[in-house]
């Protein structure tokens, strides 16, 4: 009798298959018309210029090939500029032709992400001239991803989508009720089944590799699943995952919302990140217990867990979705075999080549960019230092919030999450590893334009349903 039960589709980052993405010299053929140079700002939207075919081609041959854009696009909210931004000054952006991808949803269109550079040297950190931007969310998480490599460390990042159509916002109402994973939830012919087919099928079109999909659990909510990636490149498609679930679901009149909680009666949406712990020397996983690499980094994960959440769970919303007792990891920082009210899951744990961690701390809000630079570089920081696992698994039949204060002790249980807004924000402030990972100017920027987000997202003088309604139509 086999005594091998492993289980899961086997990646790693020496047997991923490469990204397809559009070569230029295919644009014409391939009937694209217009190239939509995308970013993300801090606040998580994502932004974009469209250029005609044939000015962007001008545009690649020429010194430095650059769209320039105002420097305050960091600190916009609504209408709204944060306090430590101005109309002075502009960058560069400059395109990364590795990212060129259809967008099988808008007829003639392809995307491309890129990199913010300064148009001329200023005085680095380092006190040597660079053009590089600190407020770049993409070469962030580039720069700690190569730290890793030269640390002997990659990683492989997957993520599932969580979000609900809505037919309206104001009122808001779901475009259909179902039950978790139910059929019903994608009757044939129904509007919200076409929706859900063209958004893989966008997704397949532009290379982007669909694990599957099905109705979650609250009223209108739907889950897609995306393959494993190298960090950048899983954020990069992340970002044209949630551009096509929008622009897909406009074309049916619906809205697509990517709010942490619509129905406080029902689950919430998240964004679980897959993060699998991968040695460069292609060092052996056992079957039943973790590698060096893997206690380590989740050591450190655990350490610093409640300062990201600044991050992760970036507005006020966000707090309504992390309890306990509602599957969306609790509010004790702990980890768990198979145990979704861990904010930090071990699936496959059996299955040493499959295994990895689900980190249930994140919403469809978040910046995935600057959210995954954070994690990898407290998980990079605990690998190096080979920080101690000190809290216990935690499989169950008890959650922590079920266990009584001996008990929780006894598993190295002894911090909470932020529960709030206000406390995430001094959390991130007070850990030296965020500055460590972001810069001292890019924490000052970046809490500047959430609190402006904050407030914007929760005008105390309108009524719940107005900033449901705002919430909705804003992320």
């Known amino acids: 009798m086999s005594t091998d039960y492993s289980h899961g589709v086997q990646y790693s980052p020496a047997t991923l298959a490469p990204t397809l993405v559009i070569k230029i010299d295919d644009l014409e053929e391939l009937g694209i018309t217009f190239v939509r140079l995308t970013w993300v700002d801090l606040t998580g939207v994502v932004r974009f210029r469209v250029i005609p075919r044939t000015y962007f081609l001008k545009m690649l041959q020429s010194p430095r090939p650059s769209v320039a854009i105002a420097k305050v696009t960091m600190g916009l909210v609504y209408l709204h500029t944060a306090d430590e931004f101005n109309a002075m000054g502009e960058y560069l952006y400059v395109p990364d032709l590795s990212t060129l991808r259809l967008c099988p949803y808008e007829e003639g269109h392809a995307s491309v992400l890129g990199w913010f550079q300064e148009k001329a040297p200023v005085l680095g950190a380092d006190g040597n001239l660079t053009v590089a931007v600190d407020l770049c969310p993409r070469s962030v998480l580039q720069r700690v991803a190569e730290q890793a490599t030269q640390a002997g460390v990659e990683f492989l990042v997957g993520f599932e989508t969580e979000f609900i159509l809505l037919k309206s916002t104001n009122p808001v109402e779901a475009a259909n009720y179902h039950a978790w994973t139910a059929s019903n939830g994608l009757p044939s ?56 679930i929008v622009n897909v679901a406009v074309k049916y009149g619906l809205r697509a919302t990517f709010a942490p909680r619509v129905y406080m009666t029902s689950a919430g949406s998240a964004a679980h990140t897959h993060i699998s712990i991968h040695s460069v020397d292609g060092g052996p996983k056992l079957s039943g217990s973790l590698s060096s690499l893997e206690s380590s980094f989740l050591a450190s994960v655990l350490k610093h867990l409640p300062a990201m959440t600044a991050i992760t769970l970036p507005i006020p919303a966000s707090y309504k979705r992390v309890a306990d007792g509602v599957w969306s990891g609790g509010t004790y920082v702990c980890w768990g075999t198979e145990n979704r009210e861990a904010p930090i899951r071990l699936t496959n744990a059996a299955s040493p080549m499959s295994r990895n961690f689900e980190l249930r701390f994140l919403d469809g809000t978040c910046n995935p960019y600057l959210a995954l630079a954070l994690i990898l570089s407290a998980g990079l920081d605990g690998v190096v230092n080979q920080e101690p696992l000190n809290i216990k698994d935690c499989p169950g039949p008890l959650t922590a919030a079920q266990m009584d204060e001996k008990r929780r002790l006894e598993h190295g249980i002894n911090k909470r999450m932020p529960l709030t807004w206000d406390e995430a924000r001094s959390a991130f402030q007070s850990d030296a590893l965020v500055e460590k990972t972001f810069g001292k100017n890019m924490i000052v920027k970046y809490l500047s334009v959430n609190k402006t987000l904050g407030t914007v997202l929760e005008e105390s003088d309108e009524t719940e349903q107005a900033r449901l309604t705002r919430l909705v139509e804003f992320y």
Not at 189 to 204: D, F, P, Q
């Open 189 to 244: 012919g129904a509007v919200e089944s076409r929706v859900m087919r063209e958004i893989v099928e966008s997704l397949l079109k532009s290379g982007i590799e669909v694990t599957m999909y099905h109705p979650e659990a609250a009223p209108g909510q739907y889950e897609v699943v995306t393959g494993p990636l190298l960090p950048l490149q899983a954020a990069d498609a992340l970002i044209h995952t949630r551009e096509t």
